[in-house]
């Protein structure tokens, strides 16, 4: 957790890397993850950078393993997962590895050829069977039709001098895409001016197209025709529409020949095709176990090469010069993988490191595990912090879950919620393995802690407001007296509570008397609990951001802001808000219905509890508070004179913090610029540690700079009126608490009465069946509405009160991420499905 109070401290430094070891250097930094590369050749076009054949070689290879890839995919060839990734080949293994694919990618090119043509083959020899079966049909009715013997005579003659009774026909019979048949019949209609006779017939069964191996349908069709010159005519609009012709004998005995030769050779293509297929499966098999490395290697090797063109070469072309951002504590680690990229070269002369002054920012760095991330992804969301800023994400992890419980406070659907969110971290290694294509379910995936500690938050708040789907539950005896059989007398469901004569006088142990759940008044009582509930950890959450600012101050060593700006703010929220929050406390604890019954003090008795709203608002308008009567204007002596005092002081306040910061900086402005530093250049690499001159330089990066005094007090003016009204809006702002979680409890109880009661009502068989009927609709409307859409919106609502409430008060988020160059990360964004 020490990490993740600011961000860690980062340093710049200097790579000197030979040149044999330059690979193997970035290999092992690019496996720790630990560094991010600033790019030293900016103004260098990307084509003329050093190692850019290099990339372009990796481009290539990419190339060959995209289309490997469609190839397998293509035949459902399964490829296996990767359980342990390789590292980057060595230069050497390059030439063995462009070698192997590119003879791979020819071989299966050309296995892929020989299937499309020996497919397209055995697609025109289906064709000519069905159009040899399929015309059949049409010879035989014009032979019945001329009273010929099909046997012995021709249906139609080629022969000029033959002349039949029909005269002189001619005919050609082809196969031709269904959804172009009727496209096809009206152009025949038009160039013939009806002097065509088509008959067609559909093939039952689709065919292969041999290119992409999708089903396309197709139609038998034969058009008679008379002359030669109509015929071109037909053959122009054949091909015009894609159709295949094949030339069809006109006497039966021809034909039957030829079907027997054609179902011979579609026999052989068959055999053929099936041990060409065979050998491709075979191909494509050992292929894809080793795909994944393969892509794998390619990616890495690419990156590698990529991060040398930020490189710069010294003068004398003997080394290669970087710079980069790493953190304080991964120096060694840096400096390992130096060392173990120049021993795997077996170079003679060491790779090292050094740490260089800088005036620029720091990228912010914190460092996460698995059950923060989804927390710091919160506060990234909004902005990443400045550098060495306070970080919520710390206290995020106990905040956000508590008001989201405050607004979703129902056991019921907590447990729910946390039996989601705790099977999903339990099945995390399994999710993790696959690669989830679904981005709203890796959406819940990424945040499954905080959807686990919502629920465990919301179980204890629904333990507090006793609320289980809607009912409560009796565990530590109610202390309300209630007459029901007067109230089953009267055939009434609910009765009115009334603290003077039914309550008992000493409270439910723990959280809401679970008789409240039979009072008429119910909705009375719980909107003023919740609403001072709310104001109540309002107060308090805005109060500890102000208290977070001073963490700050102390690090930037920024000591007069503590005077000028916290304290005045601290003041402020709390002689108006926090005054608030005591009053409900005293109400609470001073006036009580005990009193009336126990014949005390009729002053203090709840006749005489005043209204805390009522009392804020005549402070703040310097008014008396109405007398009642045998009451006290105010709830204790004395009281008068301290709201005078808090609303005087809290006045005081605004001028301090509208006027005291500019004029602090007119006073103490030096003319003398302040040198930022970023570390030590020796930086005591040699004894492996980090200099304590370093911590205090890191602070440097948020010195006011020189600018107009007119713009300071523009600036102050800003922020001192966004504060005041805030205060304000804030503290109101945090009443979302109190109406979604009425408004959720109100929702479950209409659910539970329209729904579920109504089918425990019905007596008998039928309802049984009924109650089945209605618990499925009240389980599927309780989990839709109730947990998912009820528990998106608090949980919007929470980031919102976290976003501009909490962090509003002490966080700037200015700064840039850490983007360290990281093998893990660079797959993990390859293998991410794309939109």
């Given at each position: 957790?020490?990490?993740?109070?600011?961000?860690?401290?980062?340093?710049?430094?200097?790579?000197?890397?030979?040149?044999?070891?330059?690979?193997?250097?970035?290999?092992?930094?690019?496996?720790?993850?630990?560094?991010?590369?600033?790019?030293?050749?900016?103004?260098?076009?990307?084509?003329?950078?050093?190692?850019?054949?290099?990339?372009?070689?990796?481009?290539?290879?990419?190339?060959?393993?995209?289309?490997?890839?469609?190839?397998?995919?293509?035949?459902?060839?399964?490829?296996?997962?990767?359980?342990?990734?390789?590292?980057?080949?060595?230069?050497?293994?390059?030439?063995?590895?462009?070698?192997?694919?590119?003879?791979?990618?020819?071989?299966?090119?050309?296995?892929?050829?020989?299937?499309?043509?020996?497919?397209?083959?055995?697609?025109?020899?289906?064709?000519?069977?069905?159009?040899?079966?399929?015309?059949?049909?049409?010879?035989?009715?014009?032979?019945?039709?001329?009273?010929?013997?099909?046997?012995?005579?021709?249906?139609?003659?080629?022969?000029?001098?033959?002349?039949?009774?029909?005269?002189?026909?001619?005919?050609?019979?082809?196969?031709?895409?269904?959804?172009?048949?009727?496209?096809?019949?009206?152009?025949?209609?038009?160039?013939?001016?009806?002097?065509?006779?088509?008959?067609?017939?559909?093939?039952?069964?689709?065919?292969?197209?041999?290119?992409?191996?999708?089903?396309?349908?197709?139609?038998?069709?034969?058009?008679?025709?008379?002359?030669?010159?109509?015929?071109?005519?037909?053959?122009?609009?054949?091909?015009?529409?894609?159709?295949?012709?094949?030339?069809?004998?006109?006497?039966?005995?021809?034909?039957?020949?030829?079907?027997?030769?054609?179902?011979?050779?579609?026999?052989?293509?068959?055999?053929?095709?099936?041990?060409?297929?065979?050998?491709?499966?075979?191909?494509?098999?050992?292929?894809?176990?080793?795909?994944?490395?393969?892509?794998?290697?390619?990616?890495?090797?690419?990156?590698?090469?990529?991060?040398?063109?930020?490189?710069?070469?010294?003068?004398?072309?003997?080394?290669?010069?970087?710079?980069?951002?790493?953190?304080?504590?991964?120096?060694?680690?840096?400096?390992?993988?130096?060392?173990?990229?120049?021993?795997?070269?077996?170079?003679?002369?060491?790779?090292?490191?050094?740490?260089?002054?800088?005036?620029?920012?720091?990228?912010?760095?914190?460092?996460?595990?698995?059950?923060?991330?989804?927390f710091q992804n919160l506060i990234d969301s909004y902005g990443v912090a400045s550098y060495r800023e306070a970080n919520p994400a710390l206290y995020t992890i106990i905040t956000f879950p508590f008001l989201f419980a405050v607004m979703f406070g129902d056991m019921g659907h907590a447990m729910i919620m946390a039996f989601f969110g705790g099977y999903l971290v339990i099945a995390e290694k399994k999710f993790m393995g696959k690669k989830g294509s679904s981005e709203i379910f890796n959406i819940f995936f990424a945040g499954r802690y905080i959807i686990l500690l919502m629920g465990l938050f919301s179980l204890y708040t629904g333990f507090v407001y006793n609320d289980i789907f809607s009912k409560s539950m009796n565990i530590f005896q109610s202390s309300w007296y209630i007459n029901m059989t007067k109230a089953h007398a009267l055939e009434i469901?609910?009765?009115?509570?009334?603290?003077?004569?039914?309550?008992?006088?000493?409270?439910?142990?723990?959280?809401?008397?679970?008789?409240?759940?039979?009072?008429?008044?119910?909705?009375?009582?719980?909107?003023?609990?919740?609403?001072?509930?709310?104001?109540?950890?309002?107060?308090?959450?805005?109060?500890?951001?102000?208290?977070?600012?001073?963490?700050?101050?102390?690090?930037?060593?920024?000591?007069?802001?503590?005077?000028?700006?916290?304290?005045?703010?601290?003041?402020?929220?709390?002689?108006?808000?926090?005054?608030?929050?005591?009053?409900?406390?005293?109400?609470?604890?001073?006036?009580?219905?005990?009193?009336?019954?126990?014949?005390?003090?009729?002053?203090?008795?709840?006749?005489?509890?005043?209204?805390?709203?009522?009392?804020?608002?005549?402070?703040?308008?310097?008014?008396?508070?109405?007398?009642?009567?045998?009451?006290?204007?105010?709830?204790?002596?004395?009281?008068?004179?301290?709201?005078?005092?808090?609303?005087?002081?809290?006045?005081?306040?605004?001028?301090?913090?509208?006027?005291?910061?500019?004029?602090?900086?007119?006073?103490?402005?030096?003319?003398?610029?302040?040198?930022?530093?970023?570390?030590?250049?020796?930086?005591?690499?040699?004894?492996?540690?980090?200099?304590?001159?370093?911590?205090?330089?890191?602070?440097?990066?948020?010195?006011?700079?020189?600018?107009?005094?007119?713009?300071?007090?523009?600036?102050?003016?800003?922020?001192?009126?966004?504060?005041?009204?805030?205060?304000?809006?804030?503290?109101?702002?945090?009443?979302?608490?109190?109406?979604?979680?009425?408004?959720?409890?109100?929702?479950?109880?209409?659910?539970?009465?329209?729904?579920?009661?109504?089918?425990?009502?019905?007596?008998?068989?039928?309802?049984?069946?009924?109650?089945?009927?209605?618990?499925?609709?009240?389980?599927?409307?309780?989990?839709?509405?109730?947990?998912?859409?009820?528990?998106?919106?608090?949980?919007?609502?929470?980031?919102?009160?976290?976003?501009?409430?909490?962090?509003?008060?002490?966080?700037?988020?200015?700064?840039?991420?850490?983007?360290?160059?990281?093998?893990?990360?660079?797959?993990?964004?390859?293998?991410?499905p794309e939109d």
């Amino acid at each position: 957790m020490g990490d993740m109070f600011r961000s860690e401290q980062m340093v710049l430094a200097q790579l000197f890397i030979q040149p044999e070891a330059a690979y193997f250097a970035i290999s092992e930094l690019g496996e720790s993850g630990s560094v991010q590369f600033r790019d030293l050749n900016e103004n260098v076009n990307v084509f003329q950078r050093k190692f850019v054949n290099e990339v372009r070689r990796c481009d290539e290879m990419e190339r060959k393993l995209r289309y490997i890839e469609a190839e397998v995919k293509k035949d459902n060839v399964t490829i296996p997962d990767v359980h342990e990734l390789p590292k980057a080949p060595n230069p050497r293994e390059i030439i063995d590895l462009e070698a192997h694919l590119e003879k791979t990618e020819g071989d299966i090119k050309e296995l892929s050829e020989s299937a499309v043509n020996l497919k397209s083959n055995y697609l025109e020899l289906t064709e000519l069977k069905h159009v040899l079966e399929k015309t059949q049909a049409f010879f035989n009715e014009q032979d019945e039709a001329n009273g010929l013997d099909s046997a012995h005579k021709a249906l139609i003659t080629e022969d000029t001098h033959n002349v039949s009774i029909r005269g002189r026909l001619g005919f050609v019979a082809g196969v031709i895409n269904r959804e172009r048949v009727p496209g096809f019949e009206r152009m025949l209609w038009r160039i013939s001016r009806g002097n065509v006779f088509l008959r067609q017939v559909e093939i039952d069964k689709p065919l292969e197209d041999p290119a992409t191996g999708n089903e396309i349908y197709k139609t038998v069709f034969v058009a008679f025709f008379q002359g030669e010159q109509l015929k071109t005519r037909i053959k122009k609009v054949c091909a015009g529409f894609h159709a295949s012709l094949y030339a069809c004998p006109s006497s039966l005995q021809e034909r039957n020949e030829m079907l027997k030769g054609v179902c011979t050779r579609l026999e052989d293509l068959n055999l053929v095709l099936n041990q060409t297929q065979d050998h491709r499966q075979r191909v494509l098999v050992s292929v894809a176990k080793e795909l994944q490395n393969w892509s794998v290697m390619v990616s890495k090797m690419k990156a590698i090469y990529h991060t040398l063109n930020f490189f710069n070469m010294d003068v004398t072309k003997k080394c290669l010069i970087g710079e980069c951002w790493v953190s304080s504590k991964d120096i060694p680690v840096v400096q390992k993988g130096l060392s173990d990229g120049s021993s795997a070269c077996g170079s003679s002369i060491p790779s090292f490191l050094n740490v260089i002054n800088t005036s620029e920012d720091p990228p912010t760095f914190n460092r996460t595990n698995k059950f923060t991330r989804g927390f710091q992804n919160l506060i990234d969301s909004y902005g990443v912090a400045s550098y060495r800023e306070a970080n919520p994400a710390l206290y995020t992890i106990i905040t956000f879950p508590f008001l989201f419980a405050v607004m979703f406070g129902d056991m019921g659907h907590a447990m729910i919620m946390a039996f989601f969110g705790g099977y999903l971290v339990i099945a995390e290694k399994k999710f993790m393995g696959k690669k989830g294509s679904s981005e709203i379910f890796n959406i819940f995936f990424a945040g499954r802690y905080i959807i686990l500690l919502m629920g465990l938050f919301s179980l204890y708040t629904g333990f507090v407001y006793n609320d289980i789907f809607s009912k409560s539950m009796n565990i530590f005896q109610s202390s309300w007296y209630i007459n029901m059989t007067k109230a089953h007398a009267l055939e009434i469901d609910q009765i009115d509570l009334n603290p003077s004569f039914d309550y008992a006088g000493t409270p439910y142990f723990m959280g809401v008397d679970p008789a409240w759940q039979l009072a008429k008044n119910k909705i009375i009582f719980l909107n003023s609990f919740k609403m001072k509930l709310s104001i109540i950890f309002g107060v308090i959450h805005m109060i500890f951001g102000v208290c977070v600012s001073v963490v700050n101050f102390v690090h930037f060593r920024k000591y007069s802001s503590i005077i000028l700006e916290f304290l005045p703010q601290i003041l402020l929220l709390c002689f108006l808000f926090l005054w608030m929050v005591v009053m409900m406390f005293m109400k609470w604890i001073m006036y009580s219905p005990v009193t009336d019954k126990m014949g005390g003090d009729v002053k203090f008795g709840s006749s005489c509890a005043p209204s805390v709203l009522i009392f804020f608002i005549d402070m703040m308008l310097f008014k008396t508070p109405e007398y009642v009567e045998g009451c006290n204007r105010y709830m204790f002596d004395g009281q008068e004179l301290v709201q005078y005092v808090l609303v005087f002081g809290s006045l005081a306040c605004i001028p301090v913090l509208l006027l005291g910061r500019p004029l602090f900086i007119k006073c103490t402005r030096k003319n003398k610029p302040h040198v930022r530093s970023n570390g030590d250049v020796n930086q005591g690499m040699e004894l492996g540690e980090y200099p304590e001159s370093q911590q205090n330089a890191s602070s440097a990066h948020h010195e006011e700079e020189e600018e107009p005094m007119s713009e300071i007090f523009i600036h102050q003016a800003i922020h001192t009126i966004e504060y005041v009204l805030s205060t304000i809006s804030h503290t109101a702002s945090y009443l979302r608490l109190w109406a979604l979680s009425l408004a959720h409890a109100q929702l479950s109880e209409v659910l539970w009465n329209m729904l579920f009661s109504m089918g425990l009502k019905v007596e008998g068989y039928v309802g049984a069946i009924t109650t089945w009927a209605l618990f499925a609709a009240w389980a599927a409307f309780t989990i839709a509405i109730l947990v998912v859409m009820e528990g998106l919106s608090a949980f919007l609502h929470t980031l919102r009160l976290h976003w501009v409430e909490f962090m509003s008060k002490f966080y700037s988020g200015l700064g840039y991420p850490f983007q360290p160059f990281s093998f893990k990360t660079i797959l993990e964004e390859e293998s991410r499905p794309e939109d």
